[in-house]
């Protein structure tokens, strides 16, 4: 779902005006899912680990490409390198999801 769309659902329902229900639908999930606590999962014992060094590289790059898209939203070519680190990081972190392959990725240069 576009961003624009939660937007003016968002906005809506701040001037007490009903929210589209696509847009409800999408935001009552975002909300439960960020309530619903992560359990950890344990890798199996045949699961190859990507080489710290490589998601620390990945994860330099992340960061980087993060500030600059904050810099410059409309930047297409700032998008592409911020969407292109988090398939990195998915593909790296045998992760799906974007914000838990970052979150492990962090975890797995810490610890």
Do not use: I, N, W
Not at 75 to 91: H, I, P
Request: a neutral charge.
């Amino acid at each position: 779902m576009p961003e624009t769309v939660l937007a003016q659902g968002m906005l809506a329902d701040s001037r007490g005006r009903p929210v589209p229900a696509r847009a409800e639908r999408a935001l009552r999930q975002a909300v439960q899912a960020t309530r619903t606590p992560r359990t950890p999962k344990t890798p199996p014992a045949s699961l190859l680990l990507p080489l710290k060094a490589d998601v620390e590289m990945a994860l330099g790059r992340f960061f980087d490409a993060r500030l600059r898209l904050a810099a410059a939203p409309a930047d297409e070519a700032a998008r592409r390198a911020f969407e292109d680190c988090l398939f990195t990081l998915g593909v790296l972190m045998a992760e799906p999801c974007a914000y838990a392959a970052v979150h492990d990725a962090v975890q797995y240069t810490e610890g």
